[in-house]
């Protein structure tokens, strides 16, 4: 769907952007949402530019730099933290050859922190896209990391 | 041992959360229709003298919202709002999550229990962008209402009409904050704006509006069905009812559980299994980041918005998480003042900068520089006071709460 399509989905104004900028982002291949989309967003709503800037920006689940297909948000609120959510990461950095706010080379994964995302009983906790991840442990990481990485591959094989 | 009292938890686990059919079988709307038959002044004055106080943390008497609400002028356009604050990000908390996922309806008939006694038209139900299951069901839930006529024009062949929408948060705990959820909710950066004017005169779109948390919506039909002295009944005091703790950490059985105001932190650890491996207890921090840590000498206070308010501590959301000796008490209260550091907005500079300055504060005490120890905590309070003045919305008054509790109940330890 092209960001036009999109757009025409909602109404012209503007309590509705946020909506519109979370679906851009989702159908853009990098994740993200860009200059170009803005400026769309920006006359759809008769606003200006800037002030579409100004919240793309704000708001963390937001990015304009082109992120991976699978975008990792690390949960580093206080009860993941108190189990060993930071070992975990580190583990998860290693697994990834990168480092928080990374996007790996091959363009499968972006890593960004998040805070607590709501399961602290079933802490360490990440989502991955729409897709929550409970209970992580360096053997449970590299399982996650490595099934999403075979199912990229044979997709692109077949 | 104590069992839970399930009120807004009620059909979680024994209906499917996608059927409608299932949660009218279950007794669902009636205490809508119920209300329906009323008049809106007599469904406010049944939710002033339940004395339900608002569930999202701070503890306003929803009721008495309720009544603002109704007493603002109507704007030119006639329009009223009401507005569910789904943003849930408290640290420790996910019983809204929890409602969403297992029982969406429910809040939707709180919602329009709420917004028939206002007689708003119109409502939105702001959700945090990273509750991806909680939005799905959530929207499956409203175009049932719809489907089902609860929703729409002239419900139920009465002359009310309530038309509901989703809106998403997308990663901003300010956000949470309700005149902060409002600028969001209108398409802005989520700067909070000055109070007053409330909600209850100028919410969305500078119209009257409602605001509630989710659970606080999810009480409404129940009350409204058994009576205000019904939910009185339960409870204590000042804080009747029920509530929904989220316990996580040190404990055998964390999760979420439903239990009368007035529960001990103790009797509520036992409900979840007791410490994990049989540890001892060492602290818990009652109420998420924006919370108290307390020692065991807590652990028989019966817990409610004012009985913890009298020994320094705070109900919140209902977030608890308990901590056995093996943790350091010391990352805690690191982890909990560099949220803050990251979640301020930086608008102003007191809390822009004093958030930062305090997690350095913390490293300096932790090793022991620049000072006794003691002194550098009272100056960590100075400094935590200071942003509680001066700053433009109660974020940063925040970081103050965790700071002196931490004192009060830990001063030895640090
Ligand atoms: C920084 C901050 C974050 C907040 N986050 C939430 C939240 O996630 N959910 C919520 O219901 N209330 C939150 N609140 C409280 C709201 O401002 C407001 O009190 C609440 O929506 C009122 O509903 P209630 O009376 O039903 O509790 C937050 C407050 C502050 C200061
Ligand atoms: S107190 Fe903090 S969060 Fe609130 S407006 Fe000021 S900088 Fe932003
Ligand atoms: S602290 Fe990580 S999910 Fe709540």
Redo the contacts between chains.
């Keep these: 769907m092209s960001t036009q399509e999109i757009l025409r989905k909602y109404l012209p104004?503007?309590?509705?952007?946020?909506?519109m900028?979370?679906e851009i982002q989702q159908h853009n291949p990098g994740n993200n949402i860009t200059p170009a989309d803005i400026r769309q967003v920006a006359e759809y709503?008769n606003t200006t530019s800037a002030s579409v800037y100004?919240?793309v920006r704000?708001?963390?689940?937001?990015s304009m730099a082109p992120r991976g297909k699978f975008v990792i948000?690390f949960c580093?609120?206080?009860?993941c933290?108190?189990?060993g959510a930071f070992n975990v990461l580190k583990s998860l950095e290693k697994e990834l050859s990168i480092h928080m706010g990374e996007t790996t080379s091959d363009m499968l994964f972006t890593l960004e922190?998040?805070?607590?995302?709501?399961?602290?009983?079933?802490?360490p906790v990440m989502?991955v896209n729409?897709q929550v991840y409970f209970h992580l442990d360096e053997a449970r990481l590299q399982e996650i990391i490595s099934q999403i990485r075979e199912q990229e591959l044979k997709k692109q094989q077949s | 041992m104590i069992q839970q009292t399930k009120i807004s938890l009620r059909n979680t686990g024994s209906i499917d959360p996608l059927s409608i059919d299932d949660y009218i079988a279950a007794g669902g709307f009636q205490a809508f229709e119920k209300a329906l038959r009323q008049d809106p002044g007599q469904v406010i004055s049944e939710l002033e003298s339940s004395g339900l106080r608002g569930r999202g943390g701070g503890g306003f008497p929803a009721g008495m919202k309720v009544k603002f609400t109704d007493k603002a002028d109507r704007p030119f356009d006639g329009m009223k709002y009401v507005v569910c604050n789904a943003d849930?990000?408290?640290?420790?908390?996910?019983k809204d999550?929890v409602i969403m996922e297992q029982d969406p309806h429910i809040m939707i008939e709180g919602m329009l229990i709420a917004a028939y006694a206002i007689q708003a038209q119109k409502g939105y139900i702001y959700i945090r962008?990273?509750?991806?299951d909680s939005i799905r069901k959530v929207e499956q839930a409203l175009k049932n209402s719809y489907d089902k006529g609860y929703l729409g024009k002239d419900i139920k062949g009465s002359d009310f009409s309530l038309d509901l929408e989703v809106?998403?948060?997308?990663?901003?705990?300010l956000c949470g904050e309700e005149l902060t959820l409002l600028e969001?909710?209108?398409?802005?950066?989520?700067y909070p704006r000055i109070k007053p004017p409330f909600p209850a005169n100028e919410g969305v779109?500078r119209k009257p509006t409602l605001i509630n948390n989710v659970e606080t919506f999810a009480l409404m039909p129940w009350i409204i069905s058994e009576g205000s002295e019904a939910f009185k009944a339960m409870g204590t005091e000042k804080s009747p009812g029920t509530k929904i703790f989220?316990?996580?950490?040190d404990i055998e059985k964390?999760?979420?559980y439903e239990v009368v105001m007035g529960t001990t932190l103790r009797e509520l650890i036992e409900l979840a299994g007791g410490m994990k491996d049989g540890a001892d207890f060492q602290a818990a921090?009652l109420g998420g980041?924006a919370g108290t840590f307390v020692n065991a000498s807590v652990l028989d206070t019966p817990m409610g918005f004012d009985t913890l308010k009298e020994v320094g501590a705070t109900l919140g959301s209902g977030?608890v998480?308990v901590?056995d000796p093996s943790?350091s008490l010391y990352?805690?209260m690191a982890?909990?003042l560099?949220?803050f550091a990251?979640?301020s907005?930086g608008k102003c500079v007191p809390c822009r900068v004093g958030t930062t300055l305090l997690v350095n504060m913390w490293k300096d005490v932790r090793q022991r520089r620049n000072g006794n120890r003691t002194e550098m905590l009272e100056k960590m309070e100075e400094e935590a006071e200071y942003m509680q003045e001066t700053s433009l919305c109660p974020l940063g008054g925040s970081p103050i709460i965790p700071i002196r509790s931490a004192v009060q109940y830990f001063k030895n330890e640090f």
């Excluded at chain 1, 580093?76 to 009860?79: A, F, G, T, V």
């Excluded at chain 2, 809106?167 to 705990?173: I, T």
């Excluded at chain 2, 969001?184 to 989520?190: A, D, F, M, P, V």
Aim: one cysteine or more; hydrophobic letters at 30%.
């Design positions: 104004q503007r309590d509705q952007m946020l909506l900028l979370h709503l100004g919240v704000y708001y963390s689940m937001f948000r580093k609120s206080p009860l933290r108190m189990v922190p998040s805070e607590c995302l709501g399961h602290c009983d079933k802490a989502m729409d | 849930e990000g408290e640290p420790g908390t996910y999550r962008g990273e509750y991806i809106r998403l948060g997308a990663g901003s705990y969001s909710l209108e398409g802005k950066r989520g779109f989220t316990i996580s950490g964390p999760g979420y921090i980041a977030a998480m901590m943790r990352d805690m982890s909990i560099d949220f990251h979640e907005c």
